[in-house]
């Protein structure tokens, strides 16, 4: 075990050791050479501890915090040990100190996961077969602050896979490395350890990481890649490529229910990471024509907004599962219109005199202001699209969103709806986001999108809904369902 007086060289030995012991003998030097910290994460053969050695080379930090306030529950007896100290937070802490004159030092504890997978499943959570579901939360303890070169390292028993939301620095045998990005501690993320398949699709040079949970019956593995393959394409029809350069996605079949994908979410611990919960005992082509798996890849678009402002998340990926699936041929123009109309309708009828979209987005799961603030916040998407195109040639919503990804993508911090529109009016020399912001987020109103509805040549809603080729801004709408040039190939 290093002392206090290991150096980075101990860390290549850590890792190069741990490599050689499950057969793979590499030298060292590829594994982790440069890194400051390095988190070392066994599982015990009967899948119920995580032992974990996070060692620190450089800048011992004064306090570790845990992502959640139960996880000092599943912290086994002693604590963090620490030399000879040994270190047990109080009930309910989020942080322990640390006290040392050594500026580098390695600290080893375990947890017991497999309770911590139990007691999330019965909050809410799921779980299927073996596997081991579990938020990094309630076992991870690390600085609040982490290193750029932070490395966490799972060894798993033979055939025993992980999904997490960093990014893979690489996989072999039975050896995950992850980079631990600098997200807040507290920031929700799921993880999965058991023995699932994991699929890796290239898009829009991105690789996403998709793991399929083990289940009863089990998912066609086969059809299920291809369904994420296909959604994930769709959303690089927005700017040619895909938003982020890695993300998790994290399937989990549910068994039969009323609908084919009845959830899904995007959690930004680590790193943004989608997660679907779905129908395995339906055909596929029920989950593609299901809307949820673009919408919430539609999500890694935009920066972690404030939940307070879930018009603009909400809003955007709404537009957006319907604009990409068209320009994916996934629908066609004419139902892309007939959903974003209909969806208009239902906000309407939820919008209430005397409460702006503010308060509804704030007050969204209490009370239920769900249809309100969505298609608020597609009707201002549409209507931002719409002005940055009569604005100037070249310009868009794809084009801002596509220099929002290049500056600001992956953002390690929440955002405000007024930050991100600020920026995005910024990048693209205009003053159409906040503006709209400003009409829109006190008011009282449904955006006004039925004048421009009808200049986009938009007639009519449900079956009889029909597209005029002769409207004055024809040619815009049929531009905003199509994809743009295949950028070069390089
Ligand atoms: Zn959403």
Known sequence: MPNAAASRAVAALIAGLSIASSGYAEPATAYASASSQVYRVELSADWSRLTVEACFFEDLPKRLHAG??????????????????????????????????????????????????????????????????????????????????????????????????????????????????????????????GRFPTHE???????????????????????????LDEAARAVTTLYGRFPLSQAQLLLTPIGRQPEPVPWGQVLRGGRPAAHLFFDQTRPSREWRNDWTAVHELAHMLLPYISRRDAWLSEGFATYYQNVLRARAGLISETDAWRKLVAGFGRGQRG??????LDDASRAMRRERTFMRVYWSGAAIALLADTQLRQSDAGMSLDEALSRLARCCLPSPRMWTARQAFERMDELTGNDVFVALAEQYRGSDQFPDVDDLLLRLGVIGRGDTLSLDDDAELAPLRRALMRAPPEPPAH
């Open 68 to 193: 959640s306030d139960e996880a000092y529950k599943y912290l086994e007896a002693p604590g963090i040990r620490h030399g000879t100290q040994t270190l047990a937070p109080p009930q309910g802490a989020l942080s322990v100190a640390l006290e040392s004159e050594s500026q580098t030092a390695c600290l080893q504890y375990s947890v017991a996961v497999r309770a911590a997978a139990d007691a999330s499943r019965r909050e809410g959570g799921t779980q299927s077969g073996d596997t081991l579901v579990v938020s990094p939360g309630l076992w991870l303890w690390r600085p609040a602050q982490l290193p750029d070169d932070a490395l966490l390292q799972f060894e798993l028993p033979q055939g025993v896979n992980v999904s997490a939301p960093w990014p893979i620095l690489q996989r072999r045998g039975n050896v995950t490395q992850f980079r631990l990005t600098n997200t807040p501690p507290s920031w929700p993320a799921r993880m999965a350890i």
């Open 351 to 356: 919008t209430r005199r005397g409460i702006s």
């Open 201 to 227: 699709i290239a898009v829009g040079g991105a690789t996403l990481h998709l793991a399929i949970l083990d289940a009863s019956p089990p998912a066609d593995d086969a059809a299920v890649t291809a369904w």
